[in-house]
C-alpha cells in the first residue's frame, strides 16, 4: 500500500515510485481507494485502502471458484459448500483482509483456471483469450505466474494441435496459433515490466538483482539463512499437510475419476493452479526465497479445485477433440428420470457430504498451521496478539510494532521539518507505516524519489539536515543510508572518519519487527562523492 502511496503523496509523486523490485499491480490497485485518502485518511493511516482491494479481490476469488464450478455442471448446493469450505478458509479470510497480495493472486490464477476449462470444453476462443488476460494480470502481481505460463502453455498447445485436423504442419501451426493467443498477453506483461525497469533503474528484474530483491535479503540472512535441502523438504510436507491434509487422496480420485471418463479437465487446474504452487515450492528448497507459510496458499484452491473434478459433470472434451459426458456422479439428472425429488434432494446432498468429507479437515488444521511459530511465523506473530485471551512474551512483542511507528511518525511531526529535510531509506521495517501515518509524508527523502542518491550523497547541499538509520548488521547493511555511510549509525562519521552529523534521538527497538533507529543531524559537508 505504501508503494502506492508514494505514486501520490510523497515528495517526488511520480508513477516510477511504485518501485521495481515487487511486480507492481496490488499497489497500483491500492492507488484507486488511496485517491480518497485526504477525505479519510485511514485509508493510508490503517492500510484501509489494502484492505479494500484485497477483500474485493478474495471475494472475487470465491466467486471464481463458483462460477468454475458451475460451468463444471457441479450442482447448486454441492458447489455452494465447496465455494464456502473455499471462502472460509483461515488463510482465505486473514489475506483476504490484511492488504497483501495473496487476494489479488488467487483471483488471476482461479480466473486463468476457469476461463482455460471452458476453452477446453468448448474450443471458445474468446474464453482463450480471457485466460490469457488474466495470467498477463496475474504476472503484474506475483512471479509465480511464470509456472502456469510454461505448464499451461505446453496444454493449450498440445490440446490445439491434438484437436486439429489435417497433416502434422497444420496441426502444429494451429497449436501455435493458439499458444499466441493465450501467451501473448503474459510475454506483454512479462517484458514490458522488464523493459520497463531497464529504463528506469538500468537492470531488468529488481526483483533479482536490486540490494532490497528476495537475493540480497536471503544472503544478508533474512528468512533463517542458508536453506538446507532435507529439513526445507519436511517443512513443506509440514505446511502442506496443515494447508490440504487430504492433497494426495483429493489428487488420486480426480485421477482415477479423469482416467475413467477419459476427461482432460484435470490437466486444467494441475498446470495453472498447481503449478503456481510448484513454482514456490521448488523457489523455497532451491534457495530462492525465504520461507513464508502464506507462499503456499496455492494449495487451498488446488485442494478445492481437485474435489470439483471429482464432482463435476459437465460435458468436457478428450485430448483427441471428443466431447464426453462426465456423469459419474450425476446423481440429480438420474434421480430426475426417475421422477422421485426425494432422490434428487439426496443425491446432491451425498455430493455435498462428499465435498465436506474430503474438504472439512483443511479449515481446522490450516487454522494450527498459522499458529504454529515454525510454519506460520508471519500469521502467528501478527494474529497471537489479537486472538489470545492471554498474551505470550512474542504476542506482547509484536503489539508494540504500530505503535512504535507511530513514536516515529510522532517525533518528526513535532520537529516541524520543511519538504525534503529527512533523508531515510523506506526499506527498513517500520518506515513505510511512519511515512503514511506522518502529516506531511512530503518531508521524508525516499529511495523512490528521483533525486534520492545526489541528495544522500551531499544532505549540505540540498538543504536536508536528519538522516535516520536503522543498525548496519544483517539486512541492516542493505539500507542505502549505512550503505553511504557505513559508520554514520555508531558515530556519526562519513566515510572517511569525520565527524559530519550529531545524534538528535534515538528510537528504542520494540515490535518484533522496528529496529532501534537513530536520528542524526548534519552539521556539515559529508565528503562523500555523488552515488
Known amino acids: 500500500m505504501a508503494n502506492g502511496f508514494y505514486i501520490l503523496y510523497s515528495r517526488d509523486p511520480h508513477l516510477a515510485a511504485v518501485g521495481f523490485v515487487w511486480n507492481p499491480l496490488q499497489s497500483m490497485a491500492d492507488v484507486v481507494p488511496l485517491l480518497l485518502y485526504h477525505l479519510w485518511p485511514p485509508l493510508a493511516t490503517r492500510d484501509m485502502a489494502g484492505t479494500i482491494v484485497s477483500s474485493l479481490c478474495m471475494a472475487g476469488a470465491t466467486y471464481q471458484v463458483l462460477a468454475t464450478f458451475r460451468e463444471w455442471g457441479i450442482p447448486r448446493f454441492p458447489r455452494l459448500v465447496l465455494a464456502a ?17 495473496e487476494a489479488l493472486y ?8 476457469r476461463y482455460l476449462a471452458r476453452w477446453l470444453r468448448d474450443d471458445d476462443l474468446r474464453s482463450l483469450t480471457f485466460a490469457g488476460v488474466a495470467l498477463g494480470l496475474c504476472y503484474l502481481v506475483r512471479n509465480e505466474a511464470v509456472a502456469p505460463a510454461v505448464t499451461a502453455g505446453a496444454l493449450v498447445f498440445a490440446l490445439s494441435m491434438h484437436r486439429a485436423q489435417g497433416f502434422a504442419r497444420a496441426r502444429i501451426m494451429s497449436g501455435l496459433t493458439d499458444l499466441t493467443v493465450f501467451l501473448f498477453p503474459f510475454v506483454t506483461s512479462f517484458v514490458g515490466w522488464a523493459v520497463v525497469s531497464y529504463v528506469i533503474t538500468g537492470s531488468l528484474f529488481n526483483q533479482f538483482t536490486s540490494v532490497y530483491g528476495t537475493t540480497a535479503q536471503i544472503r544478508a540472512g533474512a528468512g533463517g539463512g542458508v536453506v538446507h535441502l532435507g529439513p526445507a523438504l519436511r517443512l513443506e510436507v509440514e505446511a502442506l499437510l496443515y494447508l490440504a491434509p487430504l ?34 515450492l521448488v523457489a523455497y528448497v532451491s534457495g530462492g526465497i525465504i520461507w513464508s507459510y502464506r507462499y503456499l496458499i496455492a494449495a487451498v484452491p488446488v485442494e478445492v479445485l481437485l474435489v470439483g473434478v471429482v464432482l463435476a459433470t459437465a460435458r468436457t472434451r478428450t485430448l483427441k477433440g471428443t466431447i464426453r459426458s462426465s456423469t459419474r456422479f450425476d446423481l440429480g439428472k438420474r434421480a430426475g428420470r426417475t421422477g422421485t425429488r426425494f432422490r434428487q434432494g439426496l443425491g446432491t446432498a451425498a455430493l455435498a457430504g462428499v465435498a465436506l468429507l474430503l474438504l472439512g479437515p483443511s479449515l481446522p488444521t490450516t487454522a494450527a498451521g498459522m499458529f504454529n511459530p515454525r510454519v506460520g511465523y508471519e500469521e502467528t506473530r501478527t494474529l497471537g496478539y489479537v486472538l489470545h485471551s492471554k498474551w505470550s512474551s512474542l504476542d506482547r512483542s509484536y503489539s508494540q510494532n504500530f505503535q512504535k511507528s507511530q ?14 529535510d529527512l533523508v531515510v531509506d523506506n526499506s527498513s521495517p517500520c518506515i513505510p507505516m511512519a511515512i503514511v501515518l506522518s502529516p506531511n509524508p512530503k518531508v521524508f527523502v525516499i529511495p523512490n524519489d528521483r533525486d534520492f542518491q545526489k541528495i544522500l550523497a551531499d544532505p549540505v ?36 572518519g569525520q565527524r559530519f552529523a550529531t545524534l538528535t534521538h534515538s528510537f528504542t527497538a520494540g515490535g518484533g519487527v522496528c529496529p532501534a533507529f ?14
Not at 106 to 113: N, R
Not at 248 to 270: G, H, K, N, Q
Open 247 to 280: 492433497l494426495v487422496v483429493v489428487a488420486a480420485l480426480a485421477l482415477m475419476t479423469a482416467v475413467r471418463r477419459r476427461d482432460s479437465l484435470i490437466l486444467v487446474p494441475l498446470s495453472v493452479v498447481a503449478s503456481g504452487l510448484g513454482f514456490d
Open 85 to 101: 469450505v473455499f471462502a472460509v478458509n483461515p488463510m482465505v479470510i486473514y489475506y483476504g483482509s490484511n492488504g497483501m497480495s
Open 461 to 496: 547541499t540540498f538543504h536536508a539536515r536528519y538522516i535516520l538509520v536503522p543498525p548496519p548488521s544483517g539486512q541492516g547493511s542493505l539500507i542505502a543510508t549505512n550503505h553511504q555511510y557505513p559508520s554514520l549509525y555508531d558515530s556519526g562519521d562519513n566515510n572517511s
Open 106 to 113: 488467487l483471483f488471476t490464477l482461479v480466473s486463468v483456471c
Open 518 to 531: 537513530r536520528l542524526y543531524h548534519v552539521t556539515q559537508d559529508s565528503g562523500a562523492a555523488p552515488g
Open 407 to 420: 513514536d516515529i511518525a510522532s517525533y518528526i511531526a513535532g520537529l516541524r521539518l520543511p519538504d525534503g
